[in-house]
């Protein structure tokens, strides 16, 4: 096991500031833990702490990172203003790059 | 006869009480207690309110809050930050179901700015809209906006900025980048007015209230009549105010 914690603050196209704080084992590529905040909004608000726990395990590659996101959020009805999937994949991402 | 809906004028008060009267409004009206309600308030001491989603330490500096004695508070809204202090704050509460607020979130942002975007216009200020979230005139800042949906009820607050202070303002907010703070700060500076600047007179809070009372009435063709917190909402509001908006583990929980 080798665990890393990185950082990125990413400013989604026309929307909001979205800043990622993960820690992930970097031999198995696999997030460990994930806290994402910003000035986003986020409709119900308490489904972004189910989105961060259902990406736990997750394989830091940007399709699988994207499908399971898009799965999160049809699953709880999420609506992100000023945020995407596409956003938080990226931003993700860039915490690895 | 026009619809009557309920006005609050609760005045001045501290940052948690404020945020916790909100929440406090929204779970009456949730159960059916008392009318859609819009609510005018100012803050004292000037706080901060982060939004829902942001991290407390890395948005403010705590430190410099303690020594000029700002409060902090997290909303229950997403949204940024902001430094409450040369303001009018409204908040509407109203069931997601009442005919005149629209279903799509965006669109509802678009309905209660025009409410505050007619106070303006009373004031003699023209603004518009600009999603997400804010109203401008001449393209700057002059009221930042913020909505959530709980209990199929919608709770929409925001800012009317009577005065603004930017300097302050920094010096209670982190930056991402020190570097640049400086610029940072002079941008801010274009981008954001005030009543007071756009008048170039002081306006007072009950003016401000008078005319977003007229706002409020014109958008949304109601009659507001000024009441009172129920008995009831004032219980639920010190509790919220003592069991999360007041606690460390609800304002640092990000």
Known sequence: MSHMQSRSIYKVPQGKLLKI?????????????????????VYPEEALEHLEKKLKNICLERKELQ??????????HIEFIGLNAESLAQGIMMCVS | MSEQWRLLQTGYANAFANMAIDKAILVAHSNEKVPPTVRFYGW???????????????????????????????RITGGGAVFHEKELTYSIVIAESHPTIPKNILKSYARVCGAVMKGLQQLGISSEYA???????????????????????????G??????????????LKVPNEKIKDKLIADVKQRVTSIRHCLGKEVSFKQVAGAMKGGFEEEF????????????????????????????????RR
């Open chain 2, 44 to 74: 004292a001491p000037p706080a901060i309110s982060i939004g829902y989603f942001q991290s407390l330490v890395e948005e403010i500096d705590i430190n410099a809050c303690h020594r000029l004695g700002v409060d902090y508070v997290r």
């Open chain 1, 67 to 76: 499908e399971q996101i898009s799965s999160v959020i049809s699953k709880y």
């Open chain 2, 221 to 252: 063709h109601v009659d507001l009549i000024e009441g009172v917190l129920t008995d009831e909402e004032r219980n639920l509001a010190k509790q919220f105010e003592n069991e999360s908006f007041s606690t460390k583990e609800w304002n640092q």
């Open chain 1, 21 to 41: 704080t993960l820690d992930y084992d970097e031999t198995k590529n696999v997030i460990t833990n994930i806290r994402i905040t910003g000035d986003f909004f």
């Open chain 2, 131 to 157: 999603p997400i979230n804010d109203i401008v005139t001449d393209g700057r800042k002059i009221s930042g906006n913020a909505q959530t949906r709980k209990l199929k009820t919608v709770l929409q607050h």
């Open chain 2, 159 to 172: 800012t009317v900025l009577m005065d603004v202070d930017v300097d302050t303002m920094f010096s209670l």
